[in-house]
Each structure stands twice: as structure tokens, then as C-alpha cells.
């Protein structure tokens, strides 16, 4: 079975200070994992995903991720908050139980402070 | 073209009407899903389709039907809906299933009155 926990529900940063979203999984294959951004009212909107290729990750917007087999974590940072990051952000993992299965995480808010 | 177009973007229906909400894309993408999002909850998967044959049914009411006229179009059709159906309406689409991304629309908000 499949499963992921986002750890903190709501996190608030400063402007200009790092941004770090914490995802841990559980999954009997090995997953791909995504991170989605969603701002109020909005659709989602991909910023990395990983898929067994490098465990640093990239994304849109300055994001990145790592994936950790031994911690079984993907956790998103970025270095520098902006006002525009605030939003709510999911973690997803698929895999090939069922293939089209996405299980979401609950989300976690993130507020940026000016 | 790499987006995922709902239509309407908002619908407010009586529980008697019949309404259908509308997703298009024409990414090639042969994977297309509906999700169904509650205030401050994450998305929950209602239907899957892979080239055009429904996939995935996560056993959601008949109030709820899809349809997937070509590989570019996706349907659902809302008759005798309640108001716990309020929701925003997520349509997204992907290459195939599986490993790959799925690509978002914008989302039908939905109010049942």
C-alpha cells in the first residue's frame, strides 16, 4: 500500500527567508513523487516531480526537492521566500499498484510574512 | 497548447437539474481524470479514462456520470445532485497513467442549491 504524510499542516516563513515543506511516503514500489502548488480558487499546478532518476530535484520557481530512500522523505525547499509562494502545496505519490492511482497528501499551507 | 480547459468555471444548479461540466485538452494526453475537491482538503479521484475507456471508478454515486467522447474531450454529467456536492471540479489530463505528471485545469466551482 501506498500512503504519504505531509507533516505540518500550516507553515509560516518571512519574506526572504527559506521555505521547507515536509513530505514523507510509504510505498511498496518504487514511487514517483510530485509536488503541486494550488492558489486559492486555482487549479494545481506541477513544480517537480521525481522518478528514479537524480534524487535532487529542480522545479519551477526557484523549488526544489530531494528524495530520501532511508527517510523515505521528498521534502520541498526554497531559499528564498517570496510573497507569491503563499499558497497551499500537496505532495503526491503514484506508482504501479493500480497505475493511475494518485494518493495526495493533505497539504500544507504556506503564509510568507512581509 | 499545453493546458487543460474546464468549462463553466462556475455553475450554481438546483437539486432537480441536469447540468454537465466540460474538459478539453489537445496535448495528445490519453489519460484523462475528474477530481472532486472540498474546502481545505486535497483532491479525491473520482473517475479515470485511458484511451477512452473509463480505468478507474472510485465507486462514486450515478448522480455522477462521465463520458469521453474523443481522446481530447471529457464529460460529466450531474443530474439530481445534493448539496454535500458542492465542490470544486478538477479535470487533468496525463500521457498515459502511472509514472507521469498529470496537467491540471482551473476547476469548476460547484454549487448545489
Known amino acids: 500500500a501506498q500512503s504519504v504524510t505531509q507533516l505540518d499542516s500550516h507553515v509560516s516563513v518571512s519574506e526572504g527567508t527559506p521555505v521547507l515543506l515536509r513530505c514523507n511516503y510509504s510505498s511498496s514500489y518504487s514511487p514517483s513523487l510530485f509536488w503541486y502548488v494550488q492558489h486559492p480558487n486555482k487549479g494545481l499546478q506541477l513544480l517537480l516531480k521525481?522518478?528514479?532518476?537524480?534524487?535532487l530535484v529542480k522545479g519551477i520557481n526557484g523549488f526544489e526537492a530531494e528524495f530520501k530512500k532511508s527517510e523515505t522523505s521528498f521534502h520541498l525547499t526554497k531559499p528564498s521566500a517570496h510573497m507569491s509562494d503563499a499558497a497551499e502545496y500537496f505532495c503526491?505519490?503514484?506508482?504501479?499498484?493500480?497505475?493511475?492511482?494518485?494518493?495526495f497528501g493533505a497539504g500544507t499551507r504556506l503564509f510568507v510574512k512581509a | 497548447d499545453t493546458e487543460v480547459t474546464q468549462t463553466p468555471k462556475h455553475l450554481v444548479m438546483g437539486m432537480t437539474n441536469k447540468k454537465s461540466l466540460k474538459c478539453e485538452q489537445h496535448m495528445g494526453h490519453r489519460a484523462m481524470y475528474w477530481y472532486k475537491q472540498k474546502a481545505k482538503k486535497p483532491p479525491e479521484l473520482m473517475f479515470v479514462?485511458?484511451?477512452?475507456?473509463?480505468?478507474i471508478n472510485e465507486s462514486v454515486p450515478s448522480r455522477f456520470s462521465p463520458e469521453c467522447p474523443n481522446s481530447s474531450l471529457l464529460n460529466l454529467h450531474l443530474h439530481a445532485l445534493q448539496p454535500e456536492d458542492s465542490a470544486l471540479y478538477l479535470c487533468a489530463s496525463s500521457p498515459t497513467g502511472g509514472y507521469t505528471e498529470a496537467f491540471f485545469g482551473q476547476g469548476t466551482r460547484l454549487t448545489v442549491v
Open positions: 521525481y522518478t528514479s532518476a537524480a534524487t
Open positions: 503526491v505519490v503514484t506508482g504501479n499498484t493500480g497505475g493511475f492511482k494518485t494518493i
Open positions: 479514462y485511458s484511451y477512452e475507456k473509463l480505468s
